[in-house]
């Protein structure tokens, strides 16, 4: 602990001085003041604007991390769902690190449109760990909760991952279906994210395995806040949050689920950060 | 007109190629991105925050005066009250800035704290600002009360407050139920009403609540703790900053706290 130090002249007594300059500059919309307040860009959260950062979007587009040590390749677009007003496009970026790995990034970017088909707002899902290597929490993108209404399959799905159902969970799943969590894991307790699971028989292990880590069993419950849900018929995307009651920690992600020509779930690919 | 793929694609590939220009043109208004890595990003977002500030729509300023002020460890906590006119009425809006001391003195990150009912009269939620749970020597004092808050113990809670004591959670009824936020309650008496009915309540509807400390330093006299209220029942954290001062015989003289969680 240090002692009080807030005498005139002294750093404590500049540091209170430049906190009112702070909430006089928001009051009378003081531009130059703020900006001469920080040794960088300014970087204020507050309860109203949420996190700002002066030049943020200059600083995400010209220094965006995926590609911060590594030398872009190609981009491969896997699959799309687009309707009226949005749109749920999923991609793979190759590139290479400069320890000369290869990085195959899987991307979900949903777009909401205004009038011109262009963009008005657009939310980006991946890996992080793809990138650095860590788990990360990513915390609602989305506030509220919608009630969606969903094909009757992904209906039942959606009702039967909620009520630990593995045999509801199976009966949504067709003949050969695919399950791609994009991470690297096949077995759940390596916390290294859903994989990918080819086959009925694989899906049901990962399902028995999550149902089990959901019914909070080891004290991990979740469960599904639905945020935004869109379909083009074929494919129902569904934006999520993975709520963690217990340690109010959120996990948000998106959920693209494709049905076959028998009416059932196809393939089921999922971006979130949850392990 | 493209297609959402190649839309979709061309995002992509702005970012990596660091094409300013080509995303601007992908979006029909303020470019508005949200990545996992920089988060949520909307074009003049910032100068949106200088130039129209929530707290000043339909209000005219008047001062802001410094009630308390804390520093050290590279921080410092300024405790305000902004004076502000609105329908030709006198409001006062508590603010805390907390802020990291960056070079030469100056901010390099800041976090402002207050109660946004006092300006749109809704009650919300703030989500975490910082992820990563800390662990601080507090002193035995706020050790206790800490300990006390976690386990509603109500004689072991206002031990820790010397007899003039008080408690200020900046909300507007001493009552609760009226659901206005945590008010004002001063000495033994009035700390064992309000603190008594928050732990009351707290023990009925939210049994597993704890708080999440996130960032915590001291002067000496005046420990400001930032924190999250972890309420299992809740699906939302609530966020905020406690700033417990201690008188000369280490009792607590004042526990000034700012969240928006009543």
Redesign the interface.
């Known amino acids: 602990?240090?002692?009080?130090?807030?005498k005139p002249g002294s750093?404590?007594e500049?540091?209170?001085q430049?906190?009112?300059l702070?909430?006089?500059?928001?009051?009378?919309?003081?531009?130059g003041t703020?900006r001469g307040?920080?040794?960088?860009p300014?970087?204020?959260?507050?309860?109203?604007?949420?996190?700002?950062?002066?030049?943020?979007?200059?600083?995400?587009?010209?220094?965006?991390?995926?590609?911060e040590d590594a030398r872009?390749e190609s981009?491969r677009?896997d699959g799309?769902a687009?309707n009226d007003s949005m749109?749920g496009?999923e991609?793979t970026?190759f590139a290479t690190r400069s320890n000369g790995s290869e990085l195959q990034l899987a991307?979900a970017?949903v777009?909401e449109?205004?009038?011109?088909?262009?963009?008005?707002?657009?939310?980006?899902?991946?890996r992080?760990y793809s990138?650095d290597g860590q788990q990360?929490?990513?915390?609602?993108?989305l506030d509220e909760e919608v009630e969606a209404t969903f094909d009757p399959v992904v209906a039942r799905y959606q009702e039967a991952l909620r009520e630990r159902d593995l045999g509801g969970v199976m009966a949504s799943f067709g003949a050969d279906p695919v399950f791609d969590g994009h991470g690297d894991a096949q077995d759940l307790s390596t916390e290294l994210g859903m994989g990918r699971y080819e086959g009925r028989e694989a899906i049901e292990a990962l399902f028995t395995q999550m149902l089990g880590l959901a019914s909070g069993s080891d004290g991990r419950y979740w469960y599904l806040?639905h945020v935004n849900v869109f379909s083009e018929g074929k494919t129902t995307v569904l934006e999520f949050?993975v709520?963690y009651?217990?340690?109010?920690r959120?996990q948000a992600g998106v959920a693209f689920y494709e049905l076959g020509d028998d009416g059932l779930i196809r393939e089921a690919r999922v971006y979130d950060?949850a392990v | 007109?493209?297609?959402?793929?190649e839309?979709?694609?061309a995002?992509?590939?702005?970012?990596?190629?660091?094409?300013?220009a080509e995303?601007r043109a992908?979006?029909?208004?303020p470019?508005?991105?949200?990545?996992?890595?920089?988060?949520?990003?909307?074009?003049r977002?910032?100068?949106?925050?200088?130039?129209?500030?929530?707290?000043?729509q339909a209000a005219t300023?008047e001062s802001?005066e410094?009630d308390f002020?804390a520093?050290?460890?590279g921080f410092?906590a300024?405790e305000?009250r902004?004076h502000?006119r609105r329908g030709g009425k006198p409001l006062q809006l508590p603010?805390v800035?907390v802020?990291e001391?960056?070079?030469?003195?100056?901010?390099?990150?800041?976090?402002?704290?207050?109660r946004?009912a006092h300006?749109d009269g809704r009650q919300?939620h703030?989500?975490?600002?910082l992820?990563a749970e800390i662990s601080f020597d507090f002193h035995p004092t706020l050790r206790r009360y800490q300990d006390a808050l976690q386990v509603r113990d109500l004689e072991a809670y206002l031990a820790t407050f010397a007899e003039e004591g008080y408690f200020d959670g900046h909300g507007g009824s001493q009552n609760l139920y009226d659901g206005l936020g945590m008010g004002r309650y001063e000495g033994r008496h009035g700390l064992r009403a309000g603190l008594g009915q928050m732990m009351s309540i707290g023990s009925k509807e939210n049994p597993?609540r704890r708080l999440?400390h996130v960032n915590a330093f001291?002067?000496?006299?005046t420990t400001v703790l930032e924190f999250?209220i972890?309420?299992?029942?809740?699906?939302?954290?609530h966020a905020g900053v406690a700033c417990y001062e201690l008188d000369e015989d280490g009792l607590l003289l004042g526990a000034r706290v700012y969240d928006?969680a009543w």
């Open positions: 602990m240090t002692s009080v130090d807030n750093e404590g500049r540091a209170e430049q906190s009112v702070l909430i006089e500059g928001l009051a009378c919309g003081d531009l703020i307040l920080y040794d960088g300014a970087d204020i959260d507050d309860p109203f604007a949420g996190h700002t950062i002066d030049g943020g979007l200059e600083a995400l587009v010209r220094a965006w991390r995926p590609v872009y981009l677009v799309s687009v749109c496009v991609l970026l991307i970017l777009g449109f205004r009038g011109g088909g262009l963009f008005e707002r657009v939310r980006l899902y991946y992080r990138i990360h929490w990513r915390d609602r993108v806040e949050n709520v009651p217990q340690e109010n959120f950060e | 007109m493209r297609s959402a793929p839309l979709a694609s995002v992509v590939r702005g970012l990596v190629d660091h094409n300013l995303v992908l979006f029909a208004g470019v508005d991105i949200d990545d996992p890595f920089h988060g949520r990003q909307v074009e977002a910032f100068e949106d925050l200088v130039l129209h500030w929530r707290p000043m300023f802001v410094v002020s520093f050290a460890s410092v300024t305000m902004l502000l603010v800035a802020s001391i960056g070079e030469e003195g100056k901010f390099r990150r800041t976090r402002l704290y207050y946004r300006i919300h703030r989500a975490r600002m992820e597993g999440e001291s002067d000496g006299r999250n972890l309420r299992p029942q809740e699906p939302h954290v928006e």
